[in-house]
């Protein structure tokens, strides 16, 4: 049993910053990959990012690279999102995820873009970006 709560989600001009959290809370996480997915209304959810159990690794979307950053702190359990440059089009409920096995170092970042490599979800967190 694992539970993931979003935080850090708001309203920003574009050109913005915001920083997301995911804490973890129940079985111990540290060991699996954690994803970033979010999804805007009428729109499929997309995969915003990935980060190794180690924070050695991570995995972009060419929509997002050069602007987000993810980092992690399994001393605290949580995992951070840092989104630059946001533009209105980033606008979406952003949700993390743990992955359904421990990392394995030979996936790329098509196979942590699959929803389905995912066990536990959070409920998300608005994130609205004005022009």
């Known amino acids: 049993q694992v539970q993931l709560v979003e935080s850090g989600g708001g309203v920003v001009q574009a050109g913005g910053s915001l920083r997301l959290s995911c804490t973890a809370s129940?079985?111990?996480?540290?060991?699996?990959?954690m994803g970033w997915f979010r999804q805007a209304p009428g729109k499929e959810r997309e995969f915003v990012g990935a980060i190794s159990w180690n924070g050695g690794r991570t995995y972009f979307p060419d929509s997002v690279k050069g602007r987000f950053t993810i980092s992690r702190d399994n001393a605290k359990s949580t995992v951070y999102l840092q989104m630059n440059y946001l533009k209105p089009e980033d606008t979406a409920v952003y949700y993390c995820?743990?992955?359904?096995?421990?990392?394995?170092?030979?996936?790329?970042?098509?196979?942590?873009?699959?929803?389905?490599?995912?066990?536990?979800w959070g409920q998300g967190t608005q994130v609205t970006v004005s022009s």
């Open positions: 129940g079985r111990p996480s540290s060991s699996y990959a």
């Open positions: 995820a743990r992955s359904r096995n421990v990392w394995d170092p030979n996936y790329s970042t098509r196979d942590y873009a699959e929803g389905s490599e995912y066990e536990y």
